[in-house]
């Protein structure tokens, strides 16, 4: 349950915040000292921002029945469809364009200029697959997920794609959309053998 609050609170926090269309000016500080690193980091970048499309889920749900995890297949399909319906829910609300359009001197790398940015897609899906994956991990390994979000979120600032808020408002929605499959599903007890 405070996954769902705590993810829809900054999600709120960061529509307000986004919801006239403007990048204020420590938005825009953070958004320029990301998306200005060298051009040399642009090929892994591209890469990393690749965990976060679409497909990702599925494959996530095949991974999870060749490993004999049908919940948590079942859980990676739920969390792909449920990013699609909220995602567009959230856009309705919240009308931001991409940095390309709504911040000065941005630089899209491979990423479209145009078009609504709020939230980020791509960190709605990784926040959600981390939140349903991580259960199932052992030890310090429930920290990988969360840290490819962080380089997903990253990467899709670096590549121009977003601003700050349009990335964490969309791991905080993802992070909701986990808490609540979570809940519906149930996940491994702690020393389960299932895990």
Known sequence: MAWILGGLLVLLVGGLIADDGNVDGWERAIFHAINGLPSSLEPVMGAVQLLGILA??????VAALLAKRPRLAVA??????????????VKAFVERQRPATSVPDAIPRGVPVRGLAFASGHAILAAALAGVISPYLP???????????????????????????????????????????????????????DR
């Open 56 to 61: 990702i889920g599925p494959v996530v749900a």
């Open 76 to 89: 990676a399909i739920a969390v792909t469809g449920t990013k699609l319906i909220l995602e567009r829910v």
């Open 139 to 193: 030890g310090w390994w429930k920290t990988v997920p969360w840290l490819l979000v962080v380089l997903i979120c990253f990467a899709r600032v670096y590549l121009g794609a977003h601003n700050p808020l349009d990335v964490v408002s969309g791991a905080g929605l993802g992070l909701a959309i986990a808490g609540g499959i979570n809940l519906l599903l149930g996940v491994p007890a702690a020393n389960a053998s």
